[in-house]
């Protein structure tokens, strides 16, 4: 059974650091990809970072140049670290997994978390 947890949410001031982390369990595929995907009251879900196997990144315009993230293979983890933060971040995060790609890199049809909250106050 897979499993996805993640945590390092929380509240900061516009301008802050938060560093959110997913760990799997249960998820044994070679070829995957993997990603970081918010929600917000009232808005609709979307993808702000992905990974896929073979390393390559895909980020949002909107959080270019300040999130990055990054995985470690051997721990089964996949991290999100959210610098410059600013109130429009503020959302619901979800970390999700899939062998079924779209573009490549956007997990489809997978494997989520329960979330994390980020919110950015101003």
């Known amino acids: 059974q897979v499993q996805l947890v993640e945590s390092g949410g929380g509240s900061v001031q516009s301008g802050g650091s938060l560093r959110l982390s997913c760990a799997a369990s249960?998820?044994?595929?070679?070829?995957?990809?993997a990603g970081w995907f918010r929600q917000a009251p009232g808005k609709e879900r979307e993808g702000v970072a992905a990974?896929?196997?073979?390393?390559?990144?895909r980020y949002a315009d909107s959080v270019k140049g300040r999130f990055t993230i990054s995985q470690d293979i051997a721990k089964k983890s996949l991290y999100l670290q959210m610098n410059s933060l600013k109130p429009e971040d503020t959302a619901m995060y979800y970390c999700?997994?899939?062998?079924?790609?779209?573009?490549?890199?956007?997990?489809?049809?997978?494997?989520w978390g329960q979330g994390t909250q980020v919110t950015v106050s101003s």
């Open positions: 999700a997994a899939s062998t079924i790609c779209s573009g490549g890199i956007w997990p489809r049809f997978g494997y």
């Open positions: 249960g998820f044994t595929y070679s070829g995957y990809c």
């Open positions: 990974v896929n196997s073979v390393g390559n990144t």
